[in-house]
């Protein structure tokens, strides 16, 4: 599946260090959405795009800053991170919103160290 | 706040045995998704219900939407190798936001 993509596939990166993951959907989609997925615990919804305007922001710290710069891409900014942000990063592109069916990409498997 | 549970959260099964993963929440939902993850990959869509009492089939696996929108289910008969992986239910409160189970992860005894 190539529907959505993204990259880098796997990062380490130090607590001082700045990053950015990207997401891009070939599916035409409007809406874009970026999860974060811990072990044991339920997808975390961290931001939603819907042609290209935030729409929601889950109480995500400062450190992680998303950025859509249309509704095909998606970026998700890293600076500072704390070791417990280790964690699969999962973006997902859906046709209009949240309530049709979303298709993820494979995530990035970030480590903070 | 909106939780969605999941139960169980592990199973494992002899292959050709049955398997059923349950969602539940404490408030009606307008929709529930069902995903499958299989290990180191990502979700996939399954299928989505919407209707009260609603059951659909894709062939071995059968998905059920309670009638009062509630609690949902899906069963896989004859589970082979390929079921291997977590399965996630994904409810729509209606509130800007699909909220997921914890996921109920399969596994396989040949």
């Known amino acids: 599946e190539t529907g959505v993509t993204q990259t880098p596939r796997h990062l380490v990166m130090g607590m001082t260090n700045k990053k950015s993951l990207k997401c891009e959907q070939h599916l035409g989609h409007n809406a874009m959405y970026w999860y974060k997925q811990s072990a044991k615990k339920p997808l975390e919804l961290m931001f939603v795009y819907s042609l290209e305007e935030r729409v929601e922001n889950n109480s995500v710290p400062s450190r992680f800053s998303p950025e859509c710069p249309n509704s095909s891409h998606l970026f998700l900014h890293l600076h500072t991170l704390q070791p417990e942000d280790s964690a699969l990063y999962l973006c997902a592109s859906s046709p209009r919103d949240f309530h049709y069916e979303q298709y993820f990409g494979p995530g990035t498997r970030l480590t903070v160290t | 706040g909106q939780q969605v549970m999941q139960i169980p959260q592990y199973q494992h099964v002899q292959e050709g045995e049955d398997f059923t993963t349950y969602c539940n929440s404490s408030t009606t939902l307008s929709n529930i998704q069902w995903y499958k993850q299989r290990p180191g990959g990502h979700p996939v869509f399954l299928i989505q219900?919407?209707?009260?009492?609603e059951v659909k089939k894709q062939k071995r696996l059968t998905f059920q939407f309670g009638e009062a929108k509630k609690n949902s289910s899906l069963h896989i008969t004859a589970t082979q190798t390929t079921d291997v992986g977590t399965y996630f239910c994904a409810g729509d409160f209606g509130n800007e936001k699909l909220t997921f189970g914890t996921g109920t992860r399969l596994t396989i005894i040949p």
């Open positions: 219900l919407v209707k009260s009492g």
